[in-house]
């Protein structure tokens, strides 16, 4: 449509004020009262929804056209801004007009905020905090727009990204090597260290190149959701239609079915409130002005950041897993967007957690997920290592790999904070850790506008403190006294154990027992193991070795077991 095409283009000179536009679009959606859906329709809800727009329209509103018995909803009012779209009304009213199409009233109220050292003072309860917090992340994007204005690029009508200047580099790239090969001694390390210097600089120029052609592309294209897109996030699906492949159905409205999304992708935690602890808490020394401006310096500069919200609201963008059904919600990766002034806060206490953590030396030296100093080589390495030493001493070796389903997802707080509770280092750090988790929001917008949703349970994806969250948790059961002849590790939510024994029938006895042991801990935190994906290999001379179950269910035996991209077999 021309008409929206127009109107991107006027949003897009606007910037980032806050606009109100009333149209006649006559288009038919669901959302706006027909009763029918047309291609227009579909078009203009995806244009809301890829300039974060609001609707102020409602489902259930009068008609604002009649004619000859014939009744629509073709004046359509968008609202840029959550602020501002929250702050206006809208009526159908029922006064006798001359004309086809009824009149409409729109309030409009602009409520000027305090300044924010007067709110910072009258904060007398949490709503008045999360209040100024929102007001305080709101003057800082002001500022940052005012001060660092957003620029334009030229449009290039050559899209080919790879040009003379890095043809002549991978020319001069060749012959170096063909020097390099040639060379020997001294001379073959001199050149050899140009070499790598030489593939460095191309392998920059390359990507700038690439992401020049490609932004100017982007640029270019007047479908938001065109083959640029779909080149990204492999999804053919625009937003309009990503409800639809859900099994949106035909009655009902679009915060109906994300509240349904929301139901299914964050359930409600039944586990009980941990009451919270009065124990006096150390000294901590203030978080300084060079602690902040270190973390910003190391911040992504190309993720995507949530809307003007308090620290713990998230909006959740959803992703397709490849391979999976496209009409199922738990098809969809929930990816959530937060603040990046909370991601600063976050970075700032996990810093401090993790200096913690190394000084007492708490997290258990089998854990190799989401540490310094620790890679998948050295968790790879112990595993075969273990494995081939229980095959030296000609012991029966039993391998269990276990997988836990949708770890993260499902990580409770209660158990988050018992975790914190038993590092016994009272601090506000720790405390201030607790708090974020509490009261936690995750927003779906739709044309209607967002629909909020209360998360109790799991880490966002996209938290930093998500993953020693789960270090944390996943301590307890690494750190339980094991039989020396049982080795567990983990690295991340992947699972091993090495068991061995000198007999058959102890070995079925002592790994049976281990799982019994690790089925005690998975139930006490409400996570769930995956028989489906979980495997045992034998490495042993019996014909018929021991099985093991999980539930009652016997896990499925392999010949080899792929850990993180590896595949392991039975060391012959």
């Given amino acids: 449509?021309?008409?929206?095409?127009?109107?991107?283009?006027?949003?897009?000179?606007?910037?980032?004020?806050?606009?109100?536009?009333?149209a006649d679009l006559n288009a038919h959606c669901r959302i706006w009262g027909y009763a029918n859906e047309d291609t227009r329709g579909a078009q203009v809800e995806d244009?809301?929804?890829?300039?974060?727009?609001?609707?102020?329209?409602?489902?259930?509103?009068?008609?604002?056209?009649?004619?000859?018995?014939?009744?629509?909803?073709?004046?359509?009012?968008?609202?840029?801004g959550m602020d501002f779209a929250n702050s206006c009304t809208w009526k159908v009213l029922e006064d006798y007009t001359h004309s086809d199409h009824n009149y409409i009233l729109i309030g409009a109220l602009d409520k000027k905020p305090?300044?924010?050292?007067?709110?910072?003072?009258?904060?007398?309860?949490?709503d008045h905090l999360a209040k100024a917090t929102e007001e305080f992340q709101k003057s800082i994007f002001a500022a940052c727009r005012k001060a660092y204005k957003i620029k334009k690029f030229k449009l290039k009508i050559n899209n080919n990204w790879w040009n003379q200047n890095l043809q002549i580099k991978k020319k001069e790239l060749q012959a170096l090597k063909r020097r390099t090969n040639k060379s020997?001694?001294?001379?073959?390390?001199?050149?050899?260290?140009?070499?790598?210097?030489?593939?460095?600089?191309?392998?920059?120029?390359?990507?700038?190149?690439?992401?020049?052609?490609?932004?100017?592309?982007?640029?270019k294209t007047t479908d938001p959701y065109g083959w640029p897109c779909k080149a990204v996030v492999k999804n053919k699906h625009p937003p309009a239609e990503l409800f639809k492949q859900l099994g949106n159905p035909s009655r009902g409205d679009t915060k109906s079915f994300a509240l349904k999304i929301h139901q299914e992708l964050h359930p409600p935690s039944h586990s009980p409130v941990t009451p919270p602890n009065f124990f006096p808490l150390f000294q901590e020394p203030q978080i300084t002005k060079n602690e902040i401006r270190r973390i910003l310096k190391k911040a992504p500069t190309k993720k995507a950041p949530g809307f003007d919200e308090p620290l713990k609201k998230g909006i959740i963008v959803l992703f397709h897993k490849d391979g999976k059904e496209a009409d199922k919600i738990k098809s969809y990766i929930p990816v959530a967007l937060l603040p990046t002034i909370g991601k600063v806060l976050e970075q700032i206490l996990l810093r401090r957690l993790n200096h913690t953590l190394k000084k007492e030396n708490i997290l258990h030296h089998n854990q190799f997920g989401f540490r310094d100093g620790r890679s998948i080589d050295d968790a790879i390495h112990q595993l075969v290592e273990k494995m081939q030493d229980a095959k030296n001493k000609k012991l029966h070796t039993m391998v269990i790999c276990l997988d836990i389903q949708g770890a993260f997802d499902h990580l409770q707080y209660n158990s988050i904070h018992n975790s914190l509770d038993q590092i016994n280092f009272p601090s506000h750090t720790i405390e201030t850790l607790k708090c974020i988790l509490t009261?936690?929001?995750?927003?779906?917008?739709?044309?209607?506008?967002?629909?909020?949703?209360?998360?109790?349970?799991?880490?966002?994806?996209?938290?930093?403190?998500?993953?020693?969250?789960?270090?944390?948790?996943?301590?307890?059961?690494?750190?339980?006294?094991?039989?020396?002849?049982?080795?567990?590790?983990?690295?991340?939510?992947?699972?091993?154990?090495?068991?061995?024994?000198?007999?058959?029938?102890?070995?079925?006895?002592?790994?049976?027992?281990?799982?019994?042991?690790?089925?005690?801990?998975?139930?006490?935190?409400?996570?769930?193991?995956?028989?489906?994906?979980?495997?045992?290999?034998?490495?042993?001379?019996l014909v018929s070795g021991p099985r093991v179950k999980w539930d009652n269910q016997i896990i499925k035996r392999s010949t080899s077991l792929k850990y993180q991209g590896l595949i392991i077999d039975k060391l012959n």
């Fill in 439 to 541: 009261d936690r929001k995750v927003t779906i917008q739709t044309a209607q506008g967002p629909v909020s949703w209360s998360q109790q349970q799991g880490c966002a994806q996209g938290s930093c403190t998500g993953p020693m969250f789960w270090n944390l948790v996943e301590n307890e059961i690494i750190s339980e006294e094991w039989q020396p002849n049982v080795h567990l590790q983990a690295l991340a939510d992947d699972f091993i154990f090495v068991i061995s024994e000198p007999t058959g029938a102890k070995l079925k006895a002592t790994a049976q027992a281990a799982l019994t042991k690790f089925q005690h801990w998975t139930n006490k935190h409400q996570l769930k193991v995956s028989t489906e994906k979980s495997t045992t290999i034998l490495i042993s001379r």
């Fill in 47 to 80: 244009f809301l929804l890829a300039h974060q727009l609001y609707l102020l329209n409602e489902t259930n509103s009068p008609p604002t056209f009649e004619h000859c018995g014939r009744k629509g909803w073709p004046n359509l009012p968008f609202i840029k």
């Fill in 184 to 219: 020997e001694d001294d001379n073959k390390l001199k050149y050899q260290l140009q070499l790598s210097k030489k593939q460095a600089e191309l392998k920059r120029e390359a990507e700038k190149a690439n992401r020049n052609s490609f932004r100017n592309t982007c640029t």
């Fill in 1 to 22: 449509m021309e008409t929206l095409q127009e109107l991107h283009s006027i949003l897009t000179d606007l910037g980032d004020e806050r606009v109100l536009i009333c």
């Fill in 114 to 126: 305090k300044h924010l050292v007067q709110q910072r003072e009258e904060n007398n309860t949490k």
